[in-house]
């Protein structure tokens, strides 16, 4: 589908890092070829930090380092990085794409559309979700990551994660949730054509590696990547359908918070469709 490049809203995507030179080289390289280098804006946690390579363009923040435990950090983060989305609206933009830097989003490769087409042909929204695809390693057949290659070249398998249906696009200015998880004061629109692939379950050596960098309170976070490589290599049947668990989690919605995705406690894993790894990510 082809629209006229007038068409095209002005988007910018923002992330925050701290030692994670590889994910973010990723994020960088792939949110630079769909809406720009000069469009990405990055908090790295730490003066001391180093910009990937292939920063470019990129507009890179350095800000000083707090050791804080896992979930008064990600009240800390994500309030920085509602406000630069805020900022950044005022400065002009259309739409803000905000996540970690282990998290791609996806447009359906069906609709031959890039993220930036796509995205700019959303009406009447404050925020959108993609469904989540938690990407983990199969330790019965498949082998340690190379990080030379695309992962979805040599993985084949994601656990459909409400953990990872996450709001990640922004239309207007708004705050969100610890973790990119909700947007407060908003509803949770999932859109049928998008995808956020989490990657910080790719591959079980690279987590114990991420275990022994962090402190003690960031080890129960990491362990629980490692619960999604346990639960698609001990799956019997890993072709779930991903259409049913889009439909699940728009209408399911846990009681305790209205604003965010459920599923049943499902532990879905389904096999991730040839067609994404066109995109090579």
Same mark, same amino acid.
């Given at each position: ?61 350095? *800000? ?32 803000? *794409? ?156 846990? *009681? ?26």
């Amino acid at each position: 589908m082809k629209k006229n490049s007038s068409d095209i809203k002005k988007i910018a995507a923002i992330t925050m890092a701290r030692n994670d030179d590889f994910f973010l080289g990723r994020w960088i390289k792939y949110y630079g070829s769909q809406i720009g280098e000069e469009n990405l804006y990055i908090y790295l946690d730490g003066l001391e930090q180093q910009a990937p390579k292939n920063a470019g363009k990129s507009n890179i923040t350095k *800000i000083p380092h707090q050791e804080q435990v896992v979930h008064k950090g990600d009240k800390t983060r994500i309030l920085l990085l509602s406000d630069l989305a805020k900022d950044l609206f005022a400065q002009g933009y259309d739409i803000v *794409i905000g996540c970690d830097c282990d998290e791609i989003l996806v447009v359906d490769p069906d609709k031959e559309m890039s993220l930036s087409y796509y995205l700019s042909s959303i009406k009447n929204k404050t925020s959108v979700s993609g469904l989540g695809m938690d990407v983990g390693q199969d330790l019965n057949t498949e082998e340690q990551l190379n990080i030379d290659q695309p992962f979805l070249s040599q993985r084949k398998y994601a656990l459909l994660s409400t953990r990872y249906t996450k709001p990640v696009v922004l239309f207007k200015p708004a705050t969100w949730g610890s973790g990119f998880h909700s947007v407060k004061g908003h509803n949770f629109h999932i859109d049928k054509n998008l995808y956020l692939f989490h990657f910080g379950s790719v591959d079980l050596e690279m987590i114990k590696n991420k275990i022994s960098d962090r402190n003690a309170s960031w080890e129960k976070h990491l362990k629980k990547r490692a619960r999604t490589i346990e639960i698609i290599t001990k799956s019997k049947n890993k072709n779930k359908s991903i259409k049913t668990a889009r439909i699940l989690q728009t209408f399911m919605r846990p *009681i305790y918070d209205i604003n965010k995705p459920a599923m049943l406690g499902l532990k879905w894993v389904t096999t991730i469709p040839e067609k994404f790894k066109q995109i090579r990510i």
